[in-house]
C-alpha cells in the first residue's frame, strides 16, 4: 500500500512508495544488473510485462489487448512497480474516498494511474533511435493514453514524460514514456495555472503566446521555429541546454490536436535529443509534457520541456529552488544550432 502525503509547511505532496523497495533493481547498482536482466520491453519477452492495456500495430490500428504478440509496434502496459496506489482497469470507476486529515497533515490513498508507454518493440536505447513511424505511433499512443487519464473523474492531472539512461531516472535501457494520473494537482502546477488565468484576464492574450513572440522577436534563443512550434531555450532556464517546445497556438490542446501538428511536435522532441546528443556526447535527459489540472481547461498550459542531465541538484537548489545555470541560454541555443 502506498500513499500521497502533504507536507503543509512547503506545500508539497509526497508519494510513500513502499513497493517500489520490491523493484529489483531498487537501491542496487543499476547499471550492473541491467546487463544482466533481460530487457522486459523487447518484443518475445511479453511475458516479463503485465498483460498490455493497450497496443498498436505499425500501421496504427489498435489492439485492445496482447491477443497478438507477434505483431505489435507500441504497447501500454500498467506500471509493475507504481509510486502510489494502484487499481485494476475494473476497479477504477470506484468512488474516489478523497483526502483525509491527519494530524497537521494531509493524507490521500486515492487511486492515481501509472501506465508505460514502449514506442517500439525494437530495444532503443533513445529517441532519436526511433523510426518516424515509430516516433509519430508513440506520440499517438501518447495522447491517447492522456486523453484517457483525462476522463477519469477521479484523475485530477497527469504527468506524461520519459527519462532517459540512469542519470535521467531510468531503471532500463529501453525507452518509455510513462503516465502519472494523480488524485491530486501539486502546487507548482496549481500557481502555474493561476498565473496563466491571471495573465489571460489581465491581458486578453495568453502569457505562454506573448513569451514566444517575445522570444520569435529577439531570435538570441530560439532554437528552431516551424508552423506550430516555437523551440526555445527559455531566457530563465533552470538547466543547461533546457528547451522548451511552446505552442504558437493559443488554443493548442495535446489530446485534440490534428495528427499533422502532434507529428511535428514528435519531430521536434527527437530533433532535440538527436542535437543533445551530438553536442553533448549522448547524456541523459528528460522529456516532460506539461498539462494543466485537468479541471481547469480555461488555464491550460500546454507546452513540452527537455533537458540534458549534466549537473545535480545540490543544496542551495534544493533549500530555495533558486537554480544555478554554468551555460547561458543564448549560448545553449548557439549550439544547438550548430553554430558555435
Ligand atoms: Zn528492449
Redesign the pocket.
Known sequence: MSDLRLDPINQQWVAIARNRRDRPMEFVPMEQLRQQMI????KG?EEETPSALAAYRADGSLLLSDDDLSNWSARVIPNRYPSFSFRSAEDRDQPDPGSQSYGPFELNCSPGIQELIIPSS???NSLSELSDEELKLSFRACRDRLAYAKSLEHIKHAMLFMNCRLAAGAS???IHYQLLGTPVVSEPVISRTRRAQSYRTENGRSMMGDLANWEISQGARIVDLTEHFCVVCPFASRFAFQVWIIPRSEDFDFTSCDEDVRNELALHCRNIVTRYEITLDNPAYNLLFHTGPFASPNGQIGYFELFPRLTLAAGFELGTDIWVNPVAPEAAARRLRSED
Do not use: K, T
Not at 39 to 42: H, K, T, Y
Open positions: 530487457c522486459p520491453f523487447c519477452n525494437r530495444h532503443v532500463l535501457g529501453h
